[in-house]
């Protein structure tokens, strides 16, 4: 009986050790996507406040073209491939996110 009570005790210590070492882990990945989340909410702001001035957007980038032809150009292509890949991660979460969200309600 004292030798259960023992290994019980011992195991209890493992797996507190476990829980503890888990939500640090947890919180070490918590803490990257609070960093992550806040550099996309920076963003964000940034088109929003751009969106919000477009003529000053559009000086901006006829300033650049004006500076340097080929370094906006490419500029251009590049902004072009991120705006399509955008549009598709868009289309793609549009498919995936329904099932997504009538699934969470189900469970209620």
Do not use: C, F, N
Not at 16 to 39: F, H, K, N, S, Y
Not at 45 to 71: K, S
């Amino acid at each position: 009986m004292r030798a259960r009570l023992i290994e019980l005790h011992r195991q209890r210590a493992r797996l507190a050790a476990r829980a503890e070492a888990e939500r640090e882990q947890i919180a070490g990945l918590l803490a990257r996507a609070d960093t992550a989340l806040a550099w996309l909410a920076r963003v964000r702001g940034v088109l929003d406040e751009a969106r919000r001035r477009p003529l000053l957007l559009g000086a901006a980038a006829l300033l650049v073209l004006a500076w340097r032809p080929r370094r906006a150009l490419k500029l251009l292509a590049s902004g072009w491939s991120l705006w399509r890949l955008y549009q598709r991660a868009l289309r793609w979460w549009a498919r995936v996110a329904p099932p997504v969200r009538d699934s969470s309600v189900r469970g209620t």
